[in-house]
């Protein structure tokens, strides 16, 4: 939705005096009694909830003096009930459970808290590199990770070995061996999510591109290997070696995976348990799963990183209470109860040590994605490029447009969101 002149305006006061309030460049209230109230807004997912509501509680017990205020809000809803509430400067949380793509925006707007050197960054040289760097904008850190993920590709073994073919190392291996896949099985090789935009990624990194060059402020999707990409994706669909839709691919997708209708599908973490719902691995058949990096292109493999992070409201009147539950929930000890219980993927090093942690099922399948993630441009305007991104793919996919056309169409959306970029 586009704000008007007015309420562009008021937004830009109010994360002003937010910012005079809260971020002080790091030195917010680091010392002082841990005491008081913190309001706690959680993004995680139903089956993940209950868990994030025990380990805050656990908090309290560390910090008798501490109440926090859990309230659980569905990620579809958060990203705009945190602007509403924090540019009304009424109702904002004082921790809030971040998607990374958020952070860069919401701090460009002045409703975080800067935690370069408060309690908040504990052991900061532990977290991964790529996690780490979502929580900085223009030098300053404004959150800390707390869980990472990226794409990988779900695979059924029983399809493969029926096919007799191995899992696809690149995109035009998956392509030579779909008629064989068919032939023997009935199946086709790949559900390609054609629908949400940031599946577009990984066909990005593998022709060796990237949205922009954020150094140089130079768009890039519209260049050869972003042509290249929707060309990749088209002669996928066209030659019969995937199947697409233009609407609801997480649903359509899942289910085609569970019901063994396609071989292959690139998919995240988070839908490991729903995959094992379907006939295909459920019960005995648990382990028919198997999980791969997503296949490279003609230049490289990649996949987008994404996953959580925890920041600070700039304008919480706790501040050192706040950054105290910070350091506790992204620490190393919450971080291998989460992967134990929820088989999470940790942001820190030292958790991947853990022998608990390295025989969890699903880092044992997604770490070596992750090691692999690709960091994407962490701006202020990051989430506003998928629209564009959308567009494009449904256009080639659906709309008969061309993957040169949708390139550059698409570069030439990011240059009007992107005024100073060329």
């Not at 140089?216 to 669909?237: F, I, Q």
């Not at 030659?239 to 998919?267: L, P, R, W």
């Not at 050192?320 to 134990?340: G, L």
């Amino acid at each position: 939705m586009r704000r008007g002149i007015g309420a562009t305006a008021l937004v830009a006061t109010l994360a002003l005096a937010a910012t005079a309030c809260g971020d002080d460049g790091g030195s917010g209230e680091q010392s002082g009694k841990v005491e008081g109230t913190v309001t706690y807004w959680d993004t995680s997912n139903d089956g993940e909830k209950g868990t994030y509501k025990k380990i805050a509680e656990d908090f309290e017990k560390k910090h008798p003096k501490v109440d926090v205020k859990y309230v659980h809000v569905n990620f579809g809803d958060a990203n705009q009930k945190f602007k509403n509430a924090a540019g009304g400067n009424s109702g904002a949380p004082d921790v809030m459970r971040t998607e990374v793509a958020w952070v860069a925006d919401f701090a460009n707007l002045g409703y975080l808290q800067a935690l370069d050197g408060t309690p908040a960054l504990d052991n900061e040289s532990d977290y991964l590199e790529t996690a780490a760097g979502s929580g900085k904008f223009k030098g300053k850190t404004y959150a800390a990770p707390q869980v990472t993920d990226t794409l990988g590709l779900f695979y059924n073994k029983r399809l493969l070995k029926e096919a007799g073919v191995e899992v696809p190392k690149s995109f035009a291996d998956l392509k030579k061996n779909a008629k064989k896949i068919k032939d023997k099985t009935g199946a086709t090789a790949l559900y390609l999510r054609g629908d949400d935009p940031y599946w577009f990624l990984p066909y990005l990194y593998g022709e060796g591109g990237d949205l922009l060059d954020t150094k140089a402020k130079k768009v890039t999707v519209d260049e050869k290997p972003g042509e290249k990409a929707l060309a990749s994706m088209k002669d996928l669909v066209d030659s019969k070696a995937a199947i697409t839709d233009s609407s609801d691919g997480q649903e359509n997708g899942i289910k085609a995976f569970q019901e063994g209708k396609v071989a292959m599908i690139v998919d995240g973490p988070w839908d490991i348990a729903l995959a094992r719902q379907g006939k295909e691995f459920k019960g005995d058949k648990k382990d028919n799963l198997g999980v791969a990096p997503v296949p490279a292109g003609s230049k490289a493999q990649g996949s987008p990183q994404g996953g959580w992070n925890l920041s600070v409201y700039a304008g919480s009147k706790n501040l050192r209470a706040s950054q105290e539950f910070v350091k506790y929930m992204s620490s190393a000890a919450v971080q291998k109860r989460t992967t134990e219980e929820l088989s999470l993927l940790p942001t820190r090093k030292s958790v991947y040590d853990e022998p608990s942690v390295k025989k969890n099922e699903m880092v044992e399948f997604f770490r070596p994605a992750v090691e692999k993630a690709v960091q994407r441009p962490w701006i202020a305007q990051g989430n506003s490029l998928f629209e564009p991104i959308r567009v494009g793919v449904d256009g080639v996919l659906a709309g008969g447009k061309s993957p040169s056309a949708a390139a550059k169409k698409t570069g030439d959306e990011f240059r009007k969101l992107l005024k100073d970029y060329k």
